[in-house]
Every structure is written in C-alpha cells, then in structure tokens.
C-alpha cells in the first residue's frame, strides 16, 4: 500500500519558536494532503486541507496565519507552527488519499511539546 | 451534512470472546465507510472499507463490517479477540461527491483481558 511518512516524529521546543513538519508520499504523488491534530484520548480534528500549487483550505476555528501549511510538489507537504504556546502541545497527524474510494494512508504522527 | 457516531468510548472483552465495536452514520447519500486502527503513538491503518457491492466487508486482523442502510450503520467485529487488537479504533465517513474529506467518529478503545 501507499505510504506516507511524517518528519520529525517527536520535536520539544521553546514558547514562542516556530516548529515545521513534513509529510510525504513516498511512492505515490498526492496533489491533496490533510492535516489533522489529535489530543489525548480523543479523536482526530480536521485542521485544513493541503492543495499542491495552491492555498491551503483551513477548518473553521483554526487560524491560517498560526498553522502556515505549504504544499510546494506533489509528494511534500509542510505545517509551520508559528510562535508555538504550550497549547499547541499535541499529536500532528497526516493524511494523503489514495487507492481510490477515498481511502487515506496516514502518516506516524508528530508528537509536539511546547515548553 | 455528515457526521459519524460511534457508541461506547471504552469496550472491554475477554480474550477469545467477541468484538463488537458500533458506528452509526448520518449521510443524505451513502458515503464511503471506514474503520481504522491506532495504536499508541502511532498513526492510523486502515482496516476495511465499503465503497459499493456486498455489504459484508471482510478487513485486516480477522475484522469485518456489515453495512446497514436501512439502519444507517457500520458496525466492526472479530469473532475471537486477540491481546493485540487492544488498541483505538476510529470509524469514518467520506463524501463520494469527491474532495477526499473525511470525518472521524470520536473513537472506541479496545479493552481484551486474558
């Protein structure tokens, strides 16, 4: 199956730095990516979907100039979280269909800790 | 618009008894229906999916799902519960009309005692 990876896996950084993670399709091209945020023990939150050679498409409620997402070729994509505060503490997730039906092959997951 | 609802945060059962984890879902148009599979720290897999024909659908780890029109549901079993299926599992719906989005059901964790 298709597979997408996801880079760094766990990253630790000050208040008020910045933090970019990667997601990419590494045998397929992906002209669409979503991005979605979990919290503990809860569910997957849809934060904005990535558009090869276009804007982002973000989620009601989730600020565009917080989570600065760039879909810059068909197999990348990067969530820049701007001026992190511990309340961006949490567990980035991505996403790329494929295989038809709308199936989503998720990448590992970025574990973020904002101090 | 859709929307997915999973009954019972928590499911505990015995290894070897049944699984039974139940998703209902609110489409004006039957969607594509998923469950996927997440365990700690890790990203989701996917199970089994029905997208059109037999609605009895048979997915990884022993796993299947029947697809209910009339009662709008996707319920996943497995026979015998194994140790290793203790994990998160997540049903999921998708808009055939197209754009890929697709929205989670709040989770069900997977219990399995010896």
């Known amino acids: 199956g298709a597979v997408v990876s996801q880079h760094p896996s766990r990253v630790i950084c000050k208040s008020g730095t910045s933090v970019k993670i990667e997601c990419r399709s590494l045998?397929?091209?992906?002209?669409?990516m979503f991005w979605y945020r979990q919290f503990p023990k809860q569910s997957l939150m849809l934060m904005a979907t990535s558009n090869e050679g276009s804007k982002a498409t973000y989620e009601q409620g989730v600020e565009k100039d917080k989570f600065l997402i760039n879909h810059a070729s068909l197999t990348l994509s990067t969530l820049t979280v701007t001026s992190a505060h511990p309340e961006d503490s949490s567990f980035y997730i991505c996403?790329?269909?494929?295989?038809?039906?709308?199936?989503?092959?998720f990448g590992p997951g970025t574990r973020l800790t904002v101090l | 618009a859709q929307s997915v609802t999973q009954l019972g945060s928590h499911v505990s059962v015995s290894e070897g008894a049944l699984v039974l984890l139940r998703c209902n879902y609110s489409?004006?148009?039957?969607?594509?229906l998923f469950w996927y599979v997440q365990y700690p720290n890790q990203g989701l897999q996917l199970l089994l999916k029905y997208t059109t024909g037999a609605t009895l659908v048979k997915g990884i780890n022993g796993f299947e799902a029947e697809f209910k029109k009339s009662e709008t549901s996707f319920h996943l079993t497995k026979p015998s519960a194994h140790m290793s299926d203790a994990a998160e599992y997540f049903c999921a719906v998708s808009d055939r009309g197209g754009g890929f989005k697709t929205i989670f059901g709040a989770g069900t964790r997977l219990f399995v005692k010896a």
């Open positions: 045998d397929f091209q992906a002209t669409t």
């Open positions: 996403s790329a269909p494929a295989g038809g039906a709308n199936e989503q092959f």
């Open positions: 489409s004006s148009v039957p969607p594509y």
